[in-house]
């Protein structure tokens, strides 16, 4: 039997119904649906499947009101005045294979919904293509939401949300849309030249943002005043601005990423209490890693290449970073302004091309077993005071540490070799320095307009040490 059209006028009726379902157990397959109101309607029904429909030119394509376990599969929507496909306050509803497009509103609207399963979905030139709106345990997947208007999916006080294999791409503003919710995972999302974030998510919590691609945006994915979210395994490249933004956000965990090509690769903006850990920053346009005036977060395992500043924080406080690599940047790999209390461990910054380490202006913090090679300064402290190094090899910079405008601060067992000059001090005083090694330097230490500093020893390594870090030369 071929299609079965039920037809109004030229125009939609409104109040009007193509198709009115109050009963369950029933199938629809093969039926043209055009210039009605409402094209389908199903309310108060059970187990119901609309099959190879074609809805076109309504107010609304599909309707379901007060639903449980419908099935709509293989069905078209195109043209609607409001919303393609409207669902709510249904239970456990099905969509497969649909296309929904040229909705002046949303193309698929789930409105306090629960359970609805969505997969092979296409939503594309509508003002939004699928909106969940208190929609508690939604899964979205392998499905194409583009070149919308607004955004791609906008999911609003909806829980338990699971989006995964999805393409969200060319839409005007996010491609993917999130706020208060929590408990939702997005995986394995592609969000490629949206026409703001590709992934953007504003007071959430307990969200997963994992295996992800988001390129091409104006900024790659956005976690905004929220809380316990992992941002993990994502590859974010060639956004307009920043890759990953973390604003006013904690207990935030951004894990093993990919991050590139931005114009500032990872940022933390008045965040605070937020985990990074081996996330990979290379050839951003300016810095690859920036915390803003964030304090208590601890930044592990991350490697920085090719930018402009490896690593850079500015009015930070009690931040950790540890295990860091910061190489061949343009200026410098790690530099900490305007920050105290802060500590950087076991981290290395080699062939960067102005310093590998820089205090400037900043107190009471700690470089502790860090090495730094091949640099213009290998570690330059700039009107900074109060701060300790502690056995921090210097090696094959022009400069090996230089004091600029600093004092006082204290340096213990650091060891200098190959540099041109090993200690610069340039009209710095009140500086202490113990037990330092110095070995095959042009000149161990150079001094300009600056007096009071104590060198207290200066020495070689024992071969075997006992209990004394080095011996007097």
Not at 231 to 236: L, N, R
Request: proline fraction near 1%; charged fraction near 20%.
């Amino acid at each position: 039997m071929g299609r079965v059209t039920t037809s109004s006028v030229r125009h939609p009726i409104p109040n009007s119904f193509g198709v009115f379902v109050n009963t369950s157990n029933v199938r629809i397959e093969d039926l043209g649906v055009r210039n009605w109101g409402e094209g389908i309607v199903l309310y108060q029904t059970t187990a119901n499947t609309l099959d190879g429909v074609s809805v076109s030119d309504t107010d609304i394509g599909v309707r379901t009101l007060e639903t449980a376990r419908t099935k709509i599969r293989n069905v078209s929507v195109s043209g609607s005045e409001t919303d393609g496909i409207h669902l709510e306050s249904d239970g456990g509803t099905r969509i497969v294979g649909t296309t929904v497009s040229g909705s002046n509103e949303t193309g698929l609207f789930v409105q306090n919904s629960t359970n609805t399963t969505i997969s092979n979905l296409e939503s594309n030139e509508n003002e939004i293509g699928v909106e969940l709106e208190y929609s508690d345990g939604t899964h979205l997947d392998s499905s194409t939401v583009s070149d919308n208007q607004e955004y791609g999916v906008a999911q609003t006080y909806s829980n338990d949300v699971r989006l995964t294999n999805d393409v969200v791409g060319n839409n005007g503003e996010d491609g993917l849309r999130i706020r208060l919710s929590e408990d939702s995972v997005i995986r394995n999302v592609t969000a490629r030249r949206n026409g703001d974030s590709g992934i953007f998510a504003s007071n959430v919590g307990n969200v997963t943002i994992g295996d992800t691609v988001a390129d091409m945006n104006d900024v790659g994915i956005v976690v905004l005043e929220s809380s316990v979210v992992e941002v993990e395994g994502d590859w974010v490249w060639s956004n307009d601005n920043e890759g990953i933004l973390i604003d006013r956000s904690t207990d935030t965990s951004v894990t093993e990423n990919m991050v590139s090509n931005n114009e500032d690769g990872i940022v933390l903006q008045l965040a605070n209490g937020n985990s990074l850990r081996d996330n990979t920053v290379q050839s951003n346009e300016f810095d690859g890693l920036l915390l803003n005036r964030a304090l208590n977060n601890t930044v592990v395992g991350t490697t920085a290449t090719n930018n402009t500043d490896g690593i850079v924080g500015i009015e930070v406080e009690n931040d950790i970073f540890a295990r860091t690599t910061t190489t061949r940047n343009r200026e410098s790999g790690l530099r900490l302004l305007r920050a105290s209390h802060n500590v950087v461990r076991n981290s290395t910054s080699n062939d960067n091309g102005e310093a590998g380490f820089v205090l400037e202006r900043s107190e009471r913090t700690r470089l502790v077993n860090d090495v730094a090679n091949s640099n213009d300064d290998g570690v330059l402290l700039d009107q900074a005071g109060k701060n300790h190094l502690v056995h921090v090899v210097v090696r094959n910079n022009t400069n090996g540490v230089k004091f600029r405008f600093s004092g006082p601060n204290r340096m213990f067992r650091t060891v200098l070799s190959g540099n041109q000059y090993g200690l610069v001090f340039l009209e710095s005083g009140d500086n202490r320095v113990v037990n330092t090694v110095s070995r095959s330097n042009a000149e161990n230490v150079r001094r300009i307009r600056s007096s009071g500093n104590h060198l207290v020893t200066e020495c070689v390594r024992k071969k075997h040490p006992s209990g004394r870090f080095c011996e007097k030369q």
